[in-house]
């Protein structure tokens, strides 16, 4: 098993109520550019902070980025104290947001998701017209090489309705 | 290589006709067989087959790192 699709069963198993977005969204609707994490952006109320916090201990989340000699207490607090996290962990890459670029908050994603079953759990997606959007709003030249494929992909599917 | 068949609507992204997003995307650069290839799998699918790229990719620079390292040791 690798590290996506090991990263989509843990958010499945541990029932974290979250969106997919970023590259792994992109490629559910079918872009070929390869990504290596996956990014989330997830609810932020109490009981979903609880399994997010579960989930990142069991695949031993670390601080990506960060210098080792910092302190770093992954529980819920920590979460609520701060929106966006990237951390390495056992399975990969795996980075929580709090709010997307172009979109909003978990609550925003959730209103723009599809719902897409893999590997056992149904989960959502953040719609292709807003990951075009989210892509668009954030500008980065690996976000705006996304662009041509990801509005072809929306043009074949208007093509086809 | 068995040769792929195309449908109607996949040949609008294999051959696209000008002034859509296809053709944009063919014209940045984009090898659109790649994509039709991905929109006949299911998502899970899509997400082993990105997981196998991944895996080339690292591979491809695992051997590059050490033809290098090679390299350096013979000069």
């Not at chain 1, 198993?13 to 792994?24: D, H, M, S, T």
């Not at chain 1, 996290?85 to 795996?94: C, E, Q």
């Not at chain 2, 299911?42 to 087959?49: A, G, L, Y």
Request: charged letters at 30%; one cysteine or more.
């Amino acid at each position: 098993m690798k590290d996506v699709e090991r990263q989509i069963r843990l958010v499945g198993e541990f029932q974290i109520e979250c969106v997919l977005v970023g590259g792994v969204a992109a490629t559910v609707h079918g872009s070929s550019i390869p990504t290596q994490d996956l990014d989330i952006c997830y609810s932020r109320d109490s009981a979903n902070l609880i399994r997010v916090v579960a989930a990142l201990r069991s695949v031993n989340a670390t601080l990506r980025g960060a210098p080792k000699d910092i302190p770093f207490i992954l529980d819920e607090e920590t979460l609520r104290r701060g929106l966006n996290f990237t951390f390495d962990t056992d399975v990969g890459k795996l980075d929580l947001l709090g709010e997307v670029q172009g979109v909003g908050v978990y609550a925003d994603c959730f209103e723009n998701a599809d719902e897409a079953e893999m590997f056992g759990y149904g989960h959502r997606v953040l719609s292709l017209e807003k990951l075009i959007d989210a892509k668009r709003a954030a500008g980065r030249p690996k976000d705006l090489i996304a662009l041509p494929e990801l509005e072809t992909i929306l043009e074949h599917r208007k093509s086809g309705l | 290589m068995d040769k792929v068949e195309y449908t109607e609507r996949e040949m609008l992204l294999i051959d696209p006709k000008p002034g859509t997003a296809a053709a944009a995307a063919r014209d940045f650069g984009i090898d659109l067989s790649l994509t039709v290839s991905n929109l006949r799998l299911t998502p899970e699918e899509r997400i082993k087959q990105l997981d196998r790229h991944v895996d080339g990719i690292l591979a491809l620079r695992r051997s590059l790192r050490w033809i290098s390292r090679a390299s350096e040791r013979a000069t």
